[in-house]
């Protein structure tokens, strides 16, 4: 599940810096915004947004999640940004961006806090089995002897 979030986080980096960066108008338009910013500060916004989307299929291919819990923290900063945004320029692209980040951000904590549910778990078990090995392998020895 944690591979679909990131496929859900690369996908909207990708297509949205892509169209910020070849039309940012046109992509401006979709998002519903109401605000005029230029044609360079969309372009370099899309720039970025396809670098990291391209990071974060880098680590998808990579089967790396180490920075999974650090997509969480940093979308969940965007969501706080991106609504101080709509209340100072009341542009709907804000709200629009949100939902977004959000669609990906629910599911990704879900994810995040089952993996924390059952991590102890798991260590729990391992750190019984590693305690119980010296035992196991005594009384297989003393069957083995007797």
Do not use: C, W
Not at 22 to 28: E, G, K, Y
Not at 102 to 108: D, K, Q, R, T
Not at 114 to 131: F, G, H, I, M
């Amino acid at each position: 599940m944690q591979r679909l979030t990131l496929i859900y986080l690369a996908a909207y980096l990708l297509t949205g810096g892509f169209g910020f960066l070849v039309a940012p108008d046109l992509a401006l338009r979709l998002l519903l915004s109401n605000g005029a910013y230029g044609d360079i500060m969309p372009r370099v916004a899309g720039l970025f947004m396809f670098v990291l989307g391209g990071v974060i299929v880098q680590f998808l291919r990579a089967r790396d999640y180490r920075y999974y819990s650090y997509t969480i923290v940093a979308r969940s900063f965007i969501v706080v940004a991106m609504t101080a945004l709509y209340f100072k320029a009341h542009d709907p692209l804000f709200l629009v961006l949100d939902a977004i980040v959000l669609i990906g951000l629910a599911p990704s904590i879900y994810v995040a806090a089952q993996s924390a549910r059952v991590e102890p778990r798991a260590k729990l078990s391992e750190s019984n089995a590693t305690d119980r090995a010296p035992f196991n392998s005594r009384i297989r020895k003393e069957r083995n002897d007797g």
